[in-house]
């Protein structure tokens, strides 16, 4: 059988336990995903952001590479090919 300093220092870890659980169900993280909808539409902001994020890094460093291959002449085949894409944009780019 347990004595009285085992059972009070098994209550109190029970209450400390049972603290600590309340405390991380009131948590915005675990209320949010309580609800479908708003589980939906965290996702759902989430995919639009990163869908954005991508098509707008991509084009940037897109951007880069085709305007650093421009710039580079000694490759006669490679630097015109790059140059004529560039300036295709250009014209593209202007009404």
């Known amino acids: 059988m347990r004595d009285d300093a085992e059972t009070d220092a098994l209550s109190e870890e029970m209450h400390a336990l049972r603290e600590e659980v309340a405390r991380l169900n009131g948590h915005g993280f675990v209320r949010m995903h309580n609800s479908l909808s708003r589980v ?3 996702n759902f902001a989430r ?3 990163f869908g954005l994020g991508t098509v707008i890094g991509a084009s940037v460093l897109l951007s880069v590479v085709a305007w ?3 710039q580079v002449e000694f490759l006669p085949i490679i630097g015109e090919w790059v140059g004529e894409i560039v300036r295709q944009i250009e014209e593209a780019g202007t009404p």
Do not use: E, P
Request: net charge neutral.
């Open 40 to 42: 939906l539409l965290f």
């Open 47 to 49: 995919g639009l952001a």
């Open 68 to 70: 650093s291959l421009s």
